[in-house]
């Protein structure tokens, strides 16, 4: 049987966001803060960290900048979903369609970090690894729950040269972000909708 547009999307953004979830869940019941798993030689490390901000691991005011951040995600999403469902029906290229549903995957993926982790885990801590459904309850309220990072690739290391400016005898890292799998959905479709789909989004009726 031959799956609809509309399906073939929808499957992709629930098995990208599974993924997603199992991932963050595996490593907030089984990590403490700070612990880091090297996966490729020192170049590629799952790292974890929790941030209370933006897309990797950036930072947005404090309890007030996240509910506001959360509930722009939720606006954005929908929004996001209603232009998906434009594109289906105007018969786009199926590339800008998966395009736009990574960005989705994206800022789901992080908004359900963001509205439930707080409820339905423990605090991690450097010492202690989160319990799923704590009997005390979470360590936050809605909404107010920190996004779960963990892919680091530090591929460059180095101590900096003491005659450097101002930064000299410093450690240095090249690509020093951590993010997760929603992070990276957001990027890559972002990515790909520049570099291969521009010529589509010039067009007057792309909107």
């Given at each position: 049987m031959q799956l609809s547009r509309g399906k073939k999307i929808t499957i992709l953004v629930l098995l990208i966001l599974f993924v997603d979830q199992l991932v963050k869940i595996w490593i907030k019941t089984n990590m403490t803060i700070g612990e880091n798993i090297p996966v490729f030689g020192d170049w590629f490390k799952i790292y974890f960290i929790?941030?209370?901000?933006?897309?990797?691991?950036?930072?947005f005011g404090g309890s007030l900048g996240k509910m506001l951040l959360?509930?722009?995600?939720?606006?954005?999403?929908?929004?996001?979903i209603y232009y998906i469902n434009k594109l289906i029906k105007k018969d786009a290229p199926m590339g800008v369609v998966y395009g736009v549903g990574l960005i989705l995957?994206?800022?789901?993926?992080?908004?359900?970090?963001?509205?439930?982790?707080?409820?339905?885990?423990?605090?991690?801590?450097?010492t202690e690894v989160a319990t799923l459904f704590p009997r005390g309850g979470g360590y936050s309220s809605f909404l107010h729950g920190k996004v779960v990072d963990m892919l680091y690739f530090p591929l460059i290391e180095t101590t900096l040269p003491e005659w450097v400016p101002f930064k000299g005898g410093d450690d240095f890292v090249f690509f020093r972000p951590i993010f997760?799998?929603?992070?990276?959905?957001?990027?890559?479709?972002?990515?790909?909708?520049?570099?291969f789909q521009r010529r589509f989004f010039s067009r007057e009726d792309a909107f």
């Amino acid at each position: 049987m031959q799956l609809s547009r509309g399906k073939k999307i929808t499957i992709l953004v629930l098995l990208i966001l599974f993924v997603d979830q199992l991932v963050k869940i595996w490593i907030k019941t089984n990590m403490t803060i700070g612990e880091n798993i090297p996966v490729f030689g020192d170049w590629f490390k799952i790292y974890f960290i929790e941030n209370n901000g933006m897309a990797f691991g950036m930072q947005f005011g404090g309890s007030l900048g996240k509910m506001l951040l959360t509930l722009f995600r939720i606006v954005l999403i929908g929004f996001i979903i209603y232009y998906i469902n434009k594109l289906i029906k105007k018969d786009a290229p199926m590339g800008v369609v998966y395009g736009v549903g990574l960005i989705l995957v994206g800022a789901v993926g992080n908004v359900v970090d963001s509205m439930f982790y707080g409820m339905i885990f423990s605090e991690s801590t450097f010492t202690e690894v989160a319990t799923l459904f704590p009997r005390g309850g979470g360590y936050s309220s809605f909404l107010h729950g920190k996004v779960v990072d963990m892919l680091y690739f530090p591929l460059i290391e180095t101590t900096l040269p003491e005659w450097v400016p101002f930064k000299g005898g410093d450690d240095f890292v090249f690509f020093r972000p951590i993010f997760n799998i929603a992070d990276s959905c957001i990027t890559i479709g972002v990515a790909y909708l520049l570099l291969f789909q521009r010529r589509f989004f010039s067009r007057e009726d792309a909107f």
